[in-house]
């Protein structure tokens, strides 16, 4: 048997244990059910996509898209735990707004309204919530949404960690037929800028390392970004903003359901030194940490240069680069051309090195 043969047989003993029916074999939840990854995956296939199966909720895309009447709209829902509230670059009440913006916007839908829920501690300063309220207000403005309805509870002293918001939102889709079901092999990958700033921003902020680094968080809104990208670019296959699980859990996402190979060139991605640094220190790789104004991009191949230079367009893209090419082999899954020669499989995150990031 040639070693080909063995890497064969390897990667199909992979790919029929991902084909594997999803189980959660914990029997209580733990933190890494929150985190993004493989432990994330299981969670949401055993319990609520078993239970609550639809053809519209099985995409499992970034928002459900709907059609009602004549309109064709695109919903969502995400909730923010993010400890510390508040750290270099914004807080949970600007990160809350612009990811349920982010999330619709991916989807090919321009964003009109949102709800905002808060689960607030007895105690909790009222000046921290004003403030909170205040990066909302900011942040729902620079997005051109308004919140328009939203719910309050408060829960006794210690049952919370300060507060916790939830958001939802509804746009009108300006784009249909996109999704990883669209990817083919020869389409290329972009992302539209450094990947990481969010997620080691927030470790840093707390306090817990003795690591300092000029650093904020990339939260912002890309409805603006995916606007101009789509106007030029009719080859867009799929987008995903890539928040918990960084920009390696939203290829693996797009090799599974595309059964396709990702294969992505280490050297291309767009890293700060500060972000690098930071996570060799933590050991943790840059494609696994969160972002959260960062958009993965798969286009037609041919048009990749256009979609570079409409990314490279907009201030939240300037440093956007293509990073990877769609093969068709092996499918579902990911594989690295590292920068000293190798390749390596990039698989899902398992555990949780970085909780409560977002």
Known sequence: MTTTEREQQVLDRIERARRRRAKVREERITLSHGAGGKSTHTL??????DAFRNPVLEPLEDAATLTIGDARLALTTD???????????????DLAVNGTVNDLAVSGARPLYL??????EEGFPVEDLLKIVDSMKSAALAAGVQ?????????????ADGVYVNTAGVGVLTRTGLGVAT????????????????????????????IDADLESDTAPVHDLVAGLLAAVPGVRAMRDATRGGVATILNEIAKAAEVAVVVDEKAVPVREEVRGASELLGIDPLYVACEGRIVVVVDGSQASAALAALRGHPLGAAAAVIGR?????????????????????????????????
């Open 326 to 358: 769609i093969a068709d082999d092996p499918p579902g899954l990911v594989l690295l051309n590292t920068a000293f020669g190798g390749t390596r499989i990039v698989d899902l995150l398992v555990g949780d090195p970085l909780p409560r990031i977002c």
């Open 115 to 120: 709800t905002a829920g808060f689960i607030l």
């Open 147 to 159: 919140i328009v309805t939203g719910d309050t509870k408060v829960v006794q002293r210690g049952k």
């Open 183 to 210: 990817v083919k092999p020869g389409d290329a990958v972009l992302v539209s800028g450094p990947i990481g700033d969010h997620g080691v921003t927030i470790m840093l902020a707390r306090g817990e390392l003795d």
């Open 79 to 93: 909730s923010y735990v993010v400890s510390p509230l508040f750290f270099p670059g914004g807080n949970i009440g």
């Open 44 to 49: 949401i296939e055993a319990v609520f996509l």
